[in-house]
C-alpha cells in the first residue's frame, strides 16, 4: 500500500528557507498526482499547491504563489518554501490522488463529509515553524 512520508521541516527565520520531500516507500510518486497541504492548529486545511502526473502541471495557493515551488525528483515530489513567513507556521502533509482536481475535491470531502478514505493516501505531516 502506498504509504507517503514527509520530510524536511523544521525551524527558521522570516525570510528563510526550507525543503520539504515527500516520497514512498518501495513506490515511485510519478505515477501519482502529489497535493501538499498544511494545517495550523485551529485553522482549516489550506491546498497550497499540487503538481499532475501526466503533464507535470502545477498550481498554487495564492498564499504561496511566487514563494514555493512544488517540483519532482527521482520518483519524489520536493516543495521548494522560500521567503518563509510566520503565517506559513503549520504541519505540512503531501497526499496521492488521480489529478490535481480529485486532490481539491478529497481535501473539501474529509473536511465537510469526514470521509476517511483519501486520509489512506496522506502522509503524517512534517512541522513547519517560522519564528525569530
Known amino acids: 500500500q502506498l504509504k507517503l512520508v514527509e520530510s524536511g521541516g523544521g525551524l527558521v527565520q522570516p525570510g528563510g528557507s526550507l525543503r520539504l520531500s515527500c516520497a514512498a516507500s518501495?513506490?515511485?510518486?510519478?505515477?501519482?498526482?502529489i497535493g501538499w497541504f498544511r494545517q495550523a492548529p485551529g485553522k482549516e486545511r489550506e491546498s497550497i499547491s499540487c503538481i499532475s502526473s501526466s503533464t507535470g502541471s502545477t498550481n498554487y495557493a495564492d498564499s504561496v504563489k511566487g514563494r514555493f515551488t512544488i517540483s519532482r525528483d527521482s520518483g519524489k515530489v520536493l516543495l521548494q518554501m522560500n521567503s518563509l513567513k510566520p503565517e506559513d507556521t503549520a504541519v505540512y502533509h503531501c497526499?496521492?490522488?488521480?489529478?490535481?482536481?480529485?486532490?481539491?475535491?478529497?481535501?473539501?470531502?474529509?473536511?465537510?463529509?469526514?470521509?476517511?478514505?483519501?486520509?489512506?493516501?496522506w502522509g503524517q505531516g512534517t512541522q513547519v515553524t517560522v519564528n525569530s
Open positions: 497526499a496521492a490522488s488521480s489529478n490535481c482536481r480529485s486532490f481539491e475535491e478529497e481535501l473539501i470531502r474529509v473536511a465537510l463529509y469526514g470521509d476517511e478514505g483519501p486520509r489512506k493516501h
Open positions: 518501495g513506490f515511485t510518486l510519478d505515477d501519482y498526482a
